[in-house]
């Protein structure tokens, strides 16, 4: 459970991480924030490319920099935009990797907090690890 004061720092350095968003293509800047388990916030921005596929998104970005800074577990997860949009399928997908079910998801607008989900009700019946069939056989 993350307290009041932590998500008003997320939302704010999620809307502050939207400044360096890179999207000359969709023109939809989106920025996230990431606390980890060791206490540091992790931000980051949307990535666009002129081969669209290669593009990446905010809430990806902050995660992969938490991970690559040697952070394992995800605490709770801002994502700002002007409208208020919820993260897409993949970045749902790799936040159930590093977070926890009941983990706070925290949509922002221009305005600020415009909506409190758990993970869990954004990815119901998460694929998993634990689904992987360690003991099968090879191939
Ligand atoms: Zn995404």
């Keep these: 459970m993350i307290d009041e004061r932590m998500v008003s720092e997320l939302v704010e350095l999620a809307q502050g991480a939207r400044s360096n ?9 989106v920025g996230a924030a990431v606390l980890a388990e060791s206490g540091k916030v992790y931000t980051g921005a949307n990535v666009e490319n002129s ?15 938490a991970v690559s800074e040697g952070e394992r577990r995800i605490l709770a997860v801002a994502v700002a935009t002007e409208n208020g949009g919820t993260p897409c399928g ?7 990797e590093f977070g926890s079910g ?14 409190r ?5 954004l990815l119901p ?8 069939l360690h003991d099968s056989e090879p191939g």
């Design 21 to 29: 968003s890179y999207a000359p293509y969709s023109r939809y800047r």
């Design 102 to 115: 009941d983990m706070p998801v925290l949509i922002v607008d221009a305005d600020g907090l415009k909506q």
């Design 90 to 96: 993949a970045c749902r997908q790799v936040m159930s």
């Design 51 to 65: 081969s669209y596929g290669l593009s990446v998104c905010a809430e990806r970005v902050a995660i992969w920099k």
């Design 125 to 132: 019946e998460a694929f998993s690890g634990s689904d992987l």
């Design 117 to 121: 989900f758990r993970l869990d009700e």
